[in-house]
């Protein structure tokens, strides 16, 4: 059974970092990715970003910019968002998904979820 628990979330400035981190179990797919997508209230969920665990690619949502990055940590099955410079319109549940299917960026191309974890960025 796969089981993903987020953690790190919190209240932070405008401007400030903070770091999520998805803690996976129960993966023994080959091949797989692990993504983040978030949700503000009011809108459609949006694809943050994602890495593939095998070869470590990564590739994000076209508002990142730079701003975020995805991280794996192979021997504890973590993957990390770490986001800086956060901006007020980045506040919505981050939630952290895995996909069996190469380079997915939709929601539906994602088949476990995690319970997520909010992210309020004050101006």
């Known amino acids: 059974q796969v089981q993903l628990v987020e953690s790190g979330g919190g209240l932070v400035q405008a401007g400030g970092s903070l770091r999520l981190s998805c803690a996976a179990s129960?993966?023994?797919?080959?091949?797989?990715?692990m993504g983040w997508f978030r949700h503000a209230p009011g809108k459609e969920r949006e694809f943050v970003g994602a890495?593939?665990?095998?070869?470590?690619?990564?590739y994000y949502g076209d508002f990142v910019k730079g701003r975020f990055t995805i991280s794996r940590d192979n021997a504890k099955s973590t993957v990390y968002l770490q986001m800086n410079s956060l901006k007020p319109e980045d506040t919505a549940v981050y939630y952290c998904?895995?996909?069996?299917?190469?380079?997915?960026?939709?929601?539906?191309?994602?088949?476990?979820w995690g319970q997520g974890t909010q992210v309020t960025v004050s101006s």
């Open positions: 129960g993966l023994t797919f080959s091949n797989y990715a």
């Open positions: 998904a895995v996909s069996l299917s190469s380079g997915a960026t939709l929601s539906y191309e994602y088949d476990y």
């Open positions: 890495i593939s665990w095998s070869e470590g690619h990564t």
